[in-house]
């Protein structure tokens, strides 16, 4: 992954002023997502916030197992949902690996998103690696040659498409209330084809309501681990904001961000099964962000 760190490292400072010129509603914020998308990189070059890398042997796997059952020759994805250039990466990744014995494979990937800001940063690494690559043989660069990459800046409830073979994301469904994720549930199935399936993470609460006190230490560790990161990596000279910047901007995060619990992992299959057949599910230990977080890994496949 040493390539996506170096590239995440060598673009924060770009994503920070994309995200000043292009931020706007979002999943996270009705009102400005700039407070996320700002500071979003600094913290994933840090490692403080979650990532589809803490997950990418699942997403491999699960990529490659639908290509090898169903035999297919052409890929069809769609990204819901993305933070920045991670889950495309991830994506990427598994296709390199079916390269190596499909290198006949083609494609396309489309990433949708409420907000400018992460598509902005797929398309500007998809182009560079595309660049670099258009003239090597390996699987990796392959992928750059056969699969084709698109976005589309839309609420993906609002988006029509229905011929795809997989949905791919990442702690996407808990940005909704559990309540009102129903809607989301069914249009992803009305996205997808007859064989299509969803890949994806969710975040699982097993844990009663924190008090105010409780969420308050953990925001100040939260803040005082990434600035001990800081302070002791390499990162202060090619970071455009400096210490102080970091500590508001990530402290505001921590306020702000939120992740909707649908409860313990039965609760959440109990709404996932009104919807698809559950084919593969586990769970996964993570470090979390301000806290120890257990995540469900999932693959769901449309009912017949």
Known sequence: MKQLKDYLLNTCNDMYNVACANCKADYVDEDSCFWYHSVWQYLRVLNCVSSPEWHLQFYVGAIKEYVKLNNKSFLNILISGCADNSMLYVVVIAISEIMKERPDLTGKIVAVDLCDTPLLICKKWWSKEKEENQKK????????????????????????????????????????????????????????????????????????????????????????????????????????????????????????????????????????????????????????????????????????
């Open 137 to 304: 043989n390996d699987p990796y660069s392959i992928v750059f040659q056969n699969i084709s990459f698109s976005t589309v800046t839309k609420d993906i409830c609002k988006y029509s498409d229905s011929n795809f073979d997989l949905i791919v994301t990442d702690a996407f469904l808990t940005r909704f209330q559990k309540d009102s994720a129903s809607n989301l549930l069914e249009h992803w199935g009305s996205l997808l084809n007859g064989h299509g399936q969803v890949i994806t993470t969710v975040r699982i609460h097993e844990k009663t309501r924190i008090s105010r006190n409780e969420r308050c230490r953990q925001i100040d560790d939260f803040v005082k681990k990434i600035l001990k990161r800081y302070n002791q990596g390499k990162c202060q000279k090619q970071f455009d904001i400096n210490a102080s910047q970091l500590e508001y901007k990530a402290r505001v995060y921590a306020v702000k961000m939120t992740s909707y619990s649908w409860g313990n992992m039965a609760e959440i299959e109990e709404l996932l099964k009104q919807y698809f057949n559950i084919i593969e599910h586990s769970t996964y230990d993570t470090p979390g962000e301000l806290e120890h977080t257990v995540y469900g890994h999932y693959v769901l496949e449309k009912c017949k």
